[in-house]
Structure formats: C-alpha cells, structure tokens
C-alpha cells in the first residue's frame, strides 16, 4: 500500500512516498530554517507564503523519487494540526487536490503522532505496547502507546516545550535559530556541573514538565554574570542548562517506563536528535534493562515520511477523513 504524505505545520515543506507505512520510497524536505534564521525565528507568514511556492514541485520530487506514477497511489495523509495555521492550510489544500483528482481517501493526522511514528519507520519489528517520551519544538508529552493508534497521554509540560527552551536559551546565549543543535554541540565541549541549574520535578507523582523557571535561572545567570562583568563561558552555560533538562526529562521517562513495566523506551520528536539525551537515556537504560530506541537524526526532526507512517496505521485502524478536513492549529494528542 503507497502512501503519499504532506507536512508543512511549520517551517520545512516536505513531501514523502511510503510503502506499507514503515518503507520509505521518497522523503523529500525543503528547509526554510535559513529564511526565517535572521528573524530569530519561525515568522508564520513568511512560512505560508514560502509552503505555497515550494509544494507542487515537492510533490512532483517526491513521486518522481519513488519511481511510482500518481495513479499508484493508494493513500493522501496530510498533517492537520497542530501548527501554524497558514501553513498547515496549504499542505490540506494540496493535499485534498490530490485526493479530489486522483479520487484517492484522504487522512488528516496528528503531527505529533507523526513524531512517534518516525520510529516504525526507523525500527522494523518496534511494535507498542511503550513508554514514549516525545520532546519537539512545540510539545513535551509523556506517552503510554497501548496500539499503533492508542495513545495514553499521562505527562505534558505545564509552560515551554522542552524543544522551546533550548531555543529560548540558545537566543539568550546570542546562539542562531534553532537553538537546540548549537546547544548540543557546545554542551559536548563544556562542564555541564559548571552552573547548578534548577531541575523541576513538580508534585512527587508527577509526569508533568515545567522549564520556564529553568529558562528564567539562565537568563538571571547571564545577567549577573554581565552585572559582575564576569567572563561568560558559553560552552559551560550550555553543559549545565542541557543536563537540567536532560535529567528531569531522563528521570521521569524511567520512572513511568518502570510502573507501567515497559521493556523499552522510545524517544520522539526534534530534541530526540540530542546526543546528550541519546547518550544518557541509553546508560540508564543499560542499568534498569529498558531498551532505548530513537529515529535517525533526518527522522527526529519535521519530515513527511513519519506523516505517511502515521497516516498508514490511522487508516488500517479504520480511521479516514473526507474533503471537508480542515486544519486544528491546537490540536493536542488526545
Ligand atoms: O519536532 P521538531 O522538528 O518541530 C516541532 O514539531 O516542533 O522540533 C524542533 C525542535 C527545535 O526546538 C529544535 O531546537 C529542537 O527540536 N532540536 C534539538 C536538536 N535538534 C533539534 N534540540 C536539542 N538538541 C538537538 N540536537
Ligand atoms: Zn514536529
């Protein structure tokens, strides 16, 4: 069964051919990252207008790629939310074309079940029932995936994703757009017990997140460091606000994977290509008998293949939309 999929919810236009939901025949991304890097920023109008230009060539790249005709088609997926509106609307536009002429179902699916999904892709025999940390850009979920469609949503962050953070901090630090790769980097080169960071761990029970207050403390280090004309040691700023986040995100992930007796953890979304993350999930999961499994570092971030995933088993689960799918910019996971 060929699924071709469409993301544009935020700034990588991106159009991908799967087979069977977890082959991969063509997964076509055109990054706007360097557009919007001089603003500091996803500026959502400049990503609608630059969707728009982009898609039908996209598409046409991503067929081509696949070695397959339009005919062979067996499935539109499309990102319905969440995501900026504008964007979201041309990839549902494109997508509803597609299915009109090709008369072809359509399905609209969760970006972040998207995020999830990449690892079908990624690990052939993954199967659920586990554990699932998803941390992107806009989203920070603790997950129990029960089915391929059954998501118990137990923990999310109460204010900034944790994806956010390292952006936020990374702008502070005078660090490009996005954040979280530069970060990741200079993390490796510092000391990451340089700055005592707080790490918020709520209520004792808790599985929800909190990283504003640690945005807050980087941002006040920075200021007395400036007010006491101290030096600045970026790379240690880095090391110490990365392992305040890694430790809670760690700590919680484990703790959840144990009471519900799950053998693995499963890592999603942008920040999963964090080596620090990767690495530190993997030692712990090495003492506690959990295996760790993340996408490669093409699937962590924004790409339609993991769409055409989710698209794939929404719809062997009986799930389809109709032409009258609209965008949900907030659409949660459940
Ligand atoms: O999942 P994603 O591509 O988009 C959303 O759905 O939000 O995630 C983008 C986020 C950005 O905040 C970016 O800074 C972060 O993922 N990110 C990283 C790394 N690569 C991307 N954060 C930490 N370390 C990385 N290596
Ligand atoms: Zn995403």
Same mark, same amino acid.
């Given at each position: 069964?060929?699924?071709?999929?469409?993301?544009?919810?935020?700034?990588?236009?991106?159009?991908?051919?799967?087979?069977?939901?977890?082959?991969?025949?063509?997964?076509?991304?055109?990054?706007?990252?360097?557009?919007?890097?001089?603003?500091?920023?996803?500026?959502?109008?400049?990503?609608?207008?630059?969707?728009?230009?982009?898609?039908?060539?996209?598409?046409?790249?991503?067929?081509?790629? #696949?070695?397959?005709?339009?005919?062979?088609?067996?499935? !539109? /997926? $499309?990102?319905?939310?969440? &995501?900026? %509106?504008? *964007?979201?609307?041309?990839?549902?536009?494109?997508?509803? #074309?597609?299915?009109?002429?090709?008369?072809?179902?359509? !399905? /609209? $699916?969760?970006?972040?079940? &998207?995020? %999830?999904? *990449?690892?079908?892709?990624?690990?052939?025999?993954?199967?659920?029932?586990?554990?699932?940390?998803?941390?992107?850009?806009?989203?920070?979920?603790?997950?129990?995936?029960?089915?391929?469609?059954?998501?118990?949503?137990?923990?999310?962050?109460?204010?900034?994703?944790?994806?956010?953070?390292?952006?936020?901090?990374?702008?502070?630090?005078?660090?490009?757009?996005?954040?979280?790769?530069?970060?990741?980097?200079?993390?490796?080169?510092?000391?990451?017990?340089?700055?005592?960071?707080?790490?918020?761990?709520?209520?004792?029970?808790?599985?929800?997140?909190?990283?504003?207050?640690?945005?807050?403390?980087?941002?006040?280090?920075?200021?007395?460091?400036?007010?006491?004309?101290?030096?600045?040691?970026?790379?240690?700023?880095?090391?110490?606000?990365?392992?305040?986040?890694?430790?809670?995100?760690?700590?919680?992930?484990?703790?959840?994977?144990?009471?519900?007796?799950?053998?693995?953890?499963?890592?999603?979304?942008?920040?999963?290509?964090?080596?620090?993350?990767?690495?530190?999930?993997?030692?712990?999961?090495?003492?506690?008998?959990?295996?760790?499994?993340?996408?490669?570092?093409?699937?962590?971030?924004?790409?339609?293949?993991?769409?055409?995933?989710?698209?794939?088993?929404?719809?062997?689960?009986?799930?389809?939309?109709?032409?009258?799918?609209?965008?949900?910019?907030?659409?949660?996971?459940?």
């Amino acid at each position: 069964m060929l699924t071709l999929a469409i993301e544009t919810s935020c700034d990588e236009t991106s159009v991908a051919v799967i087979k069977d939901g977890r082959e991969v025949l063509s997964n076509i991304i055109s990054s706007q990252i360097d557009i919007h890097r001089k603003f500091g920023g996803v500026v959502p109008e400049i990503a609608s207008r630059k969707h728009i230009e982009s898609i039908n060539n996209i598409v046409q790249e991503a067929i081509d790629e #696949a070695k397959i005709s339009f005919d062979d088609i067996d499935l !539109i /997926g $499309v990102t319905k939310g969440p &995501g900026l %509106v504008g *964007a979201l609307l041309i990839g549902i536009s494109t997508a509803k #074309a597609l299915a009109y002429g090709l008369n072809k179902p359509i !399905i /609209g $699916v969760n970006h972040i079940e &998207g995020h %999830v999904c *990449a690892n079908y892709i990624e690990h052939k025999d993954l199967e659920p029932p586990f554990t699932c940390l998803i941390v992107s850009g806009g989203h920070t979920y603790l997950v129990q995936v029960n089915g391929y469609t059954d998501y118990e949503l137990v923990g999310r962050t109460r204010d900034d994703a944790a994806g956010e953070a390292f952006d936020k901090v990374a702008r502070a630090l005078g660090l490009p757009y996005p954040g979280g790769p530069v970060i990741d980097k200079l993390a490796q080169k510092g000391n990451k017990t340089a700055i005592d960071f707080p790490r918020v761990m709520l209520e004792p029970k808790s599985y929800d997140f909190s990283f504003s207050g640690l945005k807050t403390a980087v941002l006040n280090c920075l200021n007395q460091k400036h007010q006491k004309s101290e030096e600045i040691i970026v790379e240690d700023v880095a090391a110490s606000f990365q392992q305040a986040v890694l430790d809670v995100l760690v700590d919680k992930s484990f703790r959840l994977a144990k009471e519900r007796k799950s053998q693995k953890i499963v890592i999603a979304g942008g920040v999963a290509a964090n080596q620090g993350l990767r690495t530190m999930m993997e030692e712990r999961g090495k003492e506690e008998g959990i295996e760790i499994l993340y996408p490669s570092r093409i699937l962590c971030t924004d790409n339609a293949a993991m769409i055409g995933a989710a698209a794939y088993f929404n719809y062997k689960n009986g799930n389809k939309s109709d032409l009258y799918l609209n965008v949900i910019p907030n659409l949660d996971l459940k």
